[in-house]
């Protein structure tokens, strides 16, 4: 017996259960009314109340810019403000190179895709530990899992130079002392004891945050999305106004090419 198709019911209309504008010019938003209600918040509050339904405290919100504003490296040398800068070089619109520049912050290993494994880790590990599971049993699940413990280690820097700024502000705040945050420092400690180079990374830190504040992977990778944006507009201006095309050029010449020789078409 087939089910009915639920897509029938939404022909011809879009629906929402988070807000829109609506026939007597008044929009809401998350139930509230955007110009009444919200009028004047502050757009970090707006974004993460979006995100989750919820609103946080201003020491809580204190601390989520601080989230963002320690990562936003005006630095074209990193790989996604690369993507921007390259865009100025080549004097692609600027919004089209911020997009795209969002777009590779995605990366698994260091960006987005980063945090969603690091949170689903620290939620699933406090639970365990809650459990009476150990320490090792956490991380031994983790690795078997996916192979690596996500937030530990830097492939060119042993230490990250964010985590302290972070945890001074998170600690005037009396933001420094959560379970989760706890364990993040606690598997810092663990591995250092054992020698290993995997000490605790900037994406470990603020996942272990997103974990206390109440966010799910999902809705921490959203709340992260804009946090390297900041830099990327610096970066792109200053490529721009160089002569075009002098971002990393790459001569032929100087690629070691091992392939088949040439050949005759």
């Known amino acids: 017996m087939s089910r009915p198709d639920p897509r029938n019911e939404h022909i011809g209309r879009v629906r929402s259960r988070v807000g829109g504008l609506r026939a007597d010019r008044r929009v809401r938003y998350r139930g509230r009314d955007l110009h009444a209600e919200l009028k ?3 757009w970090l509050d707006l974004y993460a109340f979006g ?3 919820r609103r946080f405290q201003a020491s809580q919100l204190r601390l989520m810019h601080a989230l963002w504003v320690h990562t936003s490296y005006p630095d074209a040398r990193i790989w996604n403000n690369r993507v921007a800068a390259l865009a100025g ?4 619109n600027g919004n089209l190179g911020m997009a795209a520049a969002l777009a590779v912050s995605e990366a698994h290993i260091y960006g987005r895709g980063n ?9 699933r590990g406090r639970r365990s530990l809650d459990h009476g599971a150990t320490l090792e049993d956490c991380l031994g699940e983790e690795m078997h899992r996916h192979g690596r413990i996500a937030g530990y280690g830097r492939p060119l820097l042993e230490g990250d130079e964010r985590i302290a700024p972070t945890m001074a502000l998170a600690a005037s705040l009396d933001l420094d002392q959560g379970r989760h945050v706890q364990l993040a420092f606690d598997i810092d400690r663990h591995f250092a004891e054992l020698g290993k ?3 605790m990374n900037y994406g470990g830190l603020v996942s272990a945050f997103g974990a206390d504040l109440g966010f799910s992977p999902e809705q921490f990778a959203l709340f992260m999305f804009p946090s390297f944006l900041a830099g990327m507009p610096p970066v792109y201006l200053d490529a721009r106004s160089r002569p075009e095309g002098t971002l990393l050029p790459l001569p032929c ?3 070691l090419y091992q392939g088949p020789p040439p050949r005759a078409w």
């Open 40 to 42: 004047g918040v502050d």
């Open 253 to 255: 010449e100087t690629v």
């Open 197 to 199: 180079p995997l000490r």
């Open 89 to 92: 070089s080549s004097r692609s």
């Open 51 to 53: 995100i989750t339904g």
């Open 115 to 123: 945090e969603l494994q690091a949170v689903a880790f620290f939620l």
